[in-house]
């Protein structure tokens, strides 16, 4: 097994961005509150095209026809998660891929025991921080709420297993991303500081995740292609942007500007 991941290639994330502007995928949000209309003008600058539908027999009904899911339990209440549980059992039996984005797992017992169910319900990818995939693999982690206490690298081995078990792509964020299948790995540079000093930016990447694990072909590089462009856009803003106020105008224009040049580290100045 390859603990040693290679850098990921800007121009295989290029080639995938390519692929969702052209099928504009629609992916169903079952998000936190906190970030449901970032996360939209996230999705919609990049090409995707995201809806929230949280009812749990509308919930089921829309995932059948949505390309992709995404379930974020950040903001997790018991209607949520019987509205979660109804739309991954539909987007199951249509055959749509469906994105785990497990908030503050390891930190409040319910959402963790929630969450460990839900792995067993076959997502097609699982988006955390280092303190949060450890802890869904089972490992101590020495996360705070949201904040992760751990630094990716040492998540990956978790990530890895992880994938194994569930047979999910598995993304690990964090000053690096790193991005694995269980045996195969990618380490995605880039990003900012500054992206974890805004609401969002994490959970609308597990929303980017969900629009490219909906594109045909190899789903470990989809993934990995979401991740590098999510850092891209936040390394573009941050060269121009005066602070977390600034940053997020800058982080959707980039979005929607993207070239691939940028993705090959070309005009990142």
């Known amino acids: 097994m390859n603990t040693r991941p290679s850098v990921f290639s800007g121009a295989t994330a290029a080639a995938s961005l390519q692929q969702l502007r052209a099928s504009a995928p629609l992916v169903h949000c079952l998000t936190n509150d906190v970030v449901q209309s970032f996360t939209a003008n996230v ?7 995201p809806a929230m539908v949280i009812d749990p027999a509308e919930a089921a009904q829309f995932s059948a026809v949505a390309d992709a899911l995404l379930i974020n339990v950040g903001t997790l209440t018991r209607s949520h998660a019987d509205a979660m549980l109804a739309a991954i059992h539909a987007a199951n039996q249509a055959g749509k891929p469906w994105v785990l984005d497990p908030v503050a797992v390891g930190g409040l017992s319910w959402r963790t025991e929630f969450c460990l169910e839900l792995i067993k319900l076959t997502p097609a990818a699982i988006r955390g921080n280092a303190s949060e995939i450890r802890a869904l693999s089972g490992l101590s982690a020495s996360g705070r709420g949201v904040d992760s206490g751990d630094d990716s690298l ?12 569930t047979s999910a792509i598995v993304a690990v964020t964090g000053e690096t991303d790193y991005v694995t299948e269980g045996e195969r790995s990618w380490s995605v540079p880039g990003g900012h500081p500054m992206m974890t000093r805004i609401v969002g930016t994490g959970c609308s ?8 694990a909906a594109l045909p072909g190899e789903r470990l590089d989809h993934v990995a292609a979401a ?17 977390p106020g600034s940053f997020t105008p800058e982080f959707l224009d980039n979005l929607y500007l993207m070239r691939d040049e940028w993705l090959n580290g070309e005009n990142i100045g």
Do not use: H, T, Y
């Open 43 to 49: 999705l919609l600058a990049l090409g995707a095209s």
């Open 205 to 212: 990447l597990s929303a980017v995740v969900a629009a490219f």
């Open 154 to 165: 040492s998540a990956l081995l978790a990530a890895q297993q992880l994938a194994r078990e």
């Open 227 to 243: 991740c590098r462009v999510m850092s891209c856009a936040g390394e573009r803003a941050c060269n121009v942007a005066k602070g």
